[in-house]
């Protein structure tokens, strides 16, 4: 009789479904703190309590458990979008409140971001469900910033200026909200009025890929 290539999913009946929180949970941490590429399989189950081959149970590998982590990151913050898409806020109330849940978001889990948005892999891995999802995430900030320019006036809209400024945007709140994370212990100024001071900078950058974006599509220089 010919064994099955990878017994350990035979036997998932073995394996309760809270299991597979529990490794998430520890690889989360283990990755955040001690960095992706020094933990193994061996040290998530000891963090665990279980055997390696029972992380099989759930996950391919290492990899797939780090594409879960994003993908849940990523899943996490759109049901927040999707809740204030609900709301029915004018363009850029909308633009402006997304951008502080982000921040927000980012401070509350460190963990999730650090692991998503601020660790080095160290080597090339294909992470379909954080591509797909980070995309749609993406995408819904795009398409945020395309109706701020219409409703300022901006039309045709650029395509190009959308995509200035929606990177420009990002890269705003995603800089301080690394920072905050990384750098706890910097004498930062009050948190709130920093956070409110940056998104208004982020919002700015609509009023600067307009400008910068000629009518050709090319970046000014």
């Not at 990878?6 to 929180?21: F, G, K």
């Not at 460190?110 to 954080?130: D, I, N, S, V």
Request: one cysteine or more; proline letters at 6%.
């Amino acid at each position: 009789m010919t064994p099955p290539s990878n017994p350990s999913r035979r036997r998932a009946s073995d394996c309760p479904d809270s299991l597979r929180q529990e490794i998430l949970d520890a690889a989360r941490e283990l990755f955040a703190i001690e960095g992706y590429g020094s933990v193994s399989l061996r040290k998530i189950a000891q963090r665990v309590g279980c055997t390696p081959m029972a992380i099989y149970c759930h996950f391919e590998d290492k990899a797939d458990i780090l594409d879960c982590i994003c993908e849940e990151t990523f899943t996490r913050f759109a049901a927040l979008g999707d809740r204030l898409d609900k709301a029915g806020l004018p363009p850029g109330e909308r633009l402006r409140k997304g951008l502080r849940n982000y921040v927000e978001f980012g401070l509350a889990h460190p963990h999730h971001y650090q692991l998503t948005f601020m660790t080095p892999l160290g080597e090339a891995l294909t992470l379909g469900r954080r591509e797909q999802i980070g995309q749609r995430a993406f995408d819904r900030l795009r398409g945020h910033v395309a109706a701020c320019l219409a409703e300022r006036g901006t039309s045709p809209v650029d395509p190009q200026a959308v995509e200035m400024a929606s990177q420009l945007i990002w890269a705003a709140v995603h800089g301080l909200t690394s920072l905050l994370i990384a750098r706890p212990d910097f004498p930062w100024a009050e948190r709130e009025r920093l956070i409110a001071a940056t998104v208004e900078h982020a919002i700015a950058a609509l009023g600067c890929a307009t400008e910068n974006v000629p009518a050709t599509g090319r970046t000014a220089r």
